[in-house]
């Protein structure tokens, strides 16, 4: 069966082309640098919005339109997932990623839940092994349900910790059996409202706990993905946990648990700790725990996680560059974890919002290629910094200088002057580099 009739494969056309439902920028076999656009980018759809969403907001019920709404609970699931691999197929990407309730309903029981979570499965084993698509990465959902209104690895229930950790034993089994690349933990809940009610020091420490747990039983099983943990400062949450990359690393770090993960950074998220997403995969990077992206973009003039199909092409091709100045994205991705907007209802907005945020990606790495072999950020960064590369800077950098030896070089009372950062010439030459790709 098709869900989605008369949308054929996404072929790419060029930027001549005025086929709306056509790639301008995404060639996914042409080699840059060394590797093809493909491989750079590794793509991914996010199931949870694409296959489950239904534009419902605070204020109003669902608008979108799909080919299986008219199935009930498990028929639907089944649906999902015969639409997952025809729209991956038709839009030529090879990955996806998801919650593992987005893909089954719960049931009355855990045993229930597993025994529909196991019946997907199957098909989704299936079906990539006949378009073969791969999984990036997929994780737990446990934030939904209302047995987690107090957190699930942090809840001040150990019942419902008992249960998470059910949970994602399940899940480690699912990726496995999936051949997922990574798994990612998500802590929706895992955070605080107000620290009048809240043990954090026992809420974290149980956190570390779990996540040490997943890592003796992704041992046990042989399930050798990487381990992502994804920041997010608020929503659900009035503070959360694992804020964002800092945060997040310096947690790891304190439990010993920074051999095990890497992070899987979101634009959005970076948006609402007040960073940008390039800074949060600067952060990631120069401590090695770079692992995956996931791709949208917020709007700036709403505080909260809107999560739209990224089209900034500024931000994109910056943050290709931090992508291509780490070594590439290893064994992650760049996950769409954007959503149509509620009045783009219909199907053939799913594609053309995929095609949106691919075609800017593809631009903008591109521009960064550029940039790499221009050497345009080295070239800036050594003049910049080039009073550290000979006399006393030279001897702070090799960690030969002193508090003493600073005093008596300041004492010689060299003139100090300082020269400009050029910062707007540096953004206009950015933008003549986005724009001549």
Known sequence: MSYFNGIGKIEFEGKGSDNPLAYKHYN????????????????AVAYWHTFTSNGAD???????????????????????????FEFLQKLGVPFYCFHDRDIAPEGATLQETNKNL????????????????????????????????????????????AYAGAQVKKGLE??????ADNYVFWGGREGYETLLNTDVALEQDNLARLYQMA???AKEIGFDAQFLIEPKPKEPTKHQYDFDAATTISFLQK????????LNLEANHATLAGHTFEHEIRVAAINGMLGSLDANQGDLLLGWDTDE???????????????????????????????VRRGSFEDQDLFLAHIAGMDTYAWGLKAAAKMVESKFFDNILSNRY????????????????????????????????????????IKLLINEIIYSV
Not at 256 to 262: E, P, S, V
Request: proline share 3%; no cysteine; glycine share 12%.
């Open 28 to 43: 996914p076999k042409e080699v840059v640098l060394g590797k093809t656009i493909e491989e750079h980018l590794r793509f």
């Open 58 to 84: 605070p204020f109003g019920v669902g608008t979108a339109v799909r080919g299986w709404d008219h199935f009930n609970e498990l028929d639907k699931a089944k649906a999902r997932a015969e639409a997952n």
């Open 118 to 161: 196991d019946i997907i499965v199957e098909l989704l084993k299936q079906g990539m092994k006949e378009s073969g698509t791969k999984l990036l990465w997929n994780t737990a959902n446990m934030f939904t349900n209302p047995r987690f209104v107090h957190g699930a690895g942090t809840s001040v229930n150990a019942d419902v910790y």
């Open 174 to 179: 699912v990726g496995k059996e999936l051949g």
């Open 215 to 217: 890592i003796d039983y």
């Open 255 to 262: 439990y010993g648990l920074q051999d095990h993960f890497k």
């Open 309 to 339: 199909f990224p089209t900034d092409l500024y931000s994109t091709t910056l943050t290709m560059y931090e992508i291509l100045r780490a070594g590439g994205i290893g064994r992650g991705g760049i996950n769409f974890d954007a959503k």
């Open 386 to 425: 080039r009073s550290f590369s000979e006399g006393i800077g030279a001897d702070v950098v090799a960690g030969k200088a002193t508090l003493k030896s600073l005093e008596e070089y300041a004492l010689q009372n060299h003139p100090i002057k300082n020269e400009s950062g050029r910062q707007e010439r």
